[in-house]
């Protein structure tokens, strides 16, 4: 079955900084990657998905690439800001309706004010 | 957006009660939702998988008699945590799958619900 792995598990980073998240998978099938961000005490909130007709995507500060070949997929933040701080969640799955998501292990995020 | 509301947000009980869960799609319909516990700084264990008007299927190592799952329409399906006992307490997340249109397949979560057992 598919694994995902996800690195670092911790991550600190002066805020207006970047932060760099990465994931690597192992189901060469997998063809669609969410990423999620979750606050203390919530659930996790999509923010940025991609899927494997593209390499790289997009939204405002947010930007996520996809390797098919190595089977890695990257968060990348810009302009880091103290609302970024949170736990960030990578996942793989095959896209379809009924499909189930693996999560990687989490990276928790903290800007440095 | 997909919206998707839990219920309760929190709850206490006392050991060996039953607790339900509920989680609504509110905005769209879900042919699939899942089910995931979460235990303090750890990823979400996927607990089951939950399709509308048939029974679930529970991941290896879930007892399906002590979390029974009902999808009983497009939009909800409960997590019910039979004869509780203080291991049990966690937070339990739900989410559903877009059926239909664009974003198919796209999960979106639940709030969760913040399980303790006294």
Redesign the interface.
Same mark, same amino acid.
């Given at each position: 079955g598919e694994n995902v792995e996800q690195h670092p598990s911790t991550l600190s980073v002066q805020e207006g900084d970047s932060a760099v998240i990465k994931c690597t998978y192992s189901d060469s099938a997998s063809n669609y990657f969410p990423w999620y961000k979750q606050e203390l005490g919530k659930g996790p909130q999509l923010i940025i998905d991609i899927r494997s007709n593209v390499g790289e995507k997009k939204d405002q500060r947010i930007a996520v690439t996809l390797n098919k070949t190595a089977k890695h997929f990257s968060l990348h933040i810009t302009e880091t800001q103290p609302e970024d701080s949170a736990v960030y969640f990578c996942a793989a799955s095959i896209n379809s309706s009924a499909s189930k998501i693996i999560f990687g292990s989490g990276t928790r995020l903290s800007i440095r004010p | 957006g997909a919206v998707?509301s839990?219920h309760p947000s929190r709850v206490i009980c006392k050991s060996g009660t039953s607790v339900k869960i509920e989680c609504r799609s509110l905005d769209f319909q879900a042919?699939?939702m899942?089910w995931y516990r979460q235990f303090p700084?750890?990823?979400?264990m =996927?607990m089951a998988?939950s399709?509308e008007g048939s029974k679930a299927t529970y991941e290896q190592g879930v007892e399906k008699d002590k979390f029974l799952i009902n999808h009983a329409s497009l939009t909800l399906s409960t997590l019910t945590v039979t004869s509780a006992h203080p291991e049990d307490s966690s937070f339990y997340?739900c989410s559903g799958?877009?059926?239909?249109g664009r974003s =198919?397949?796209?999960?979106?979560?639940?709030?969760?619900t913040?399980l303790l057992v006294l």
């Open positions: - | 998707v839990q042919t699939t899942f700084k750890q990823s979400l =996927l998988t399709n997340i799958n877009r059926a239909l =198919l397949g796209t999960q979106y979560f639940g709030p969760g913040r």
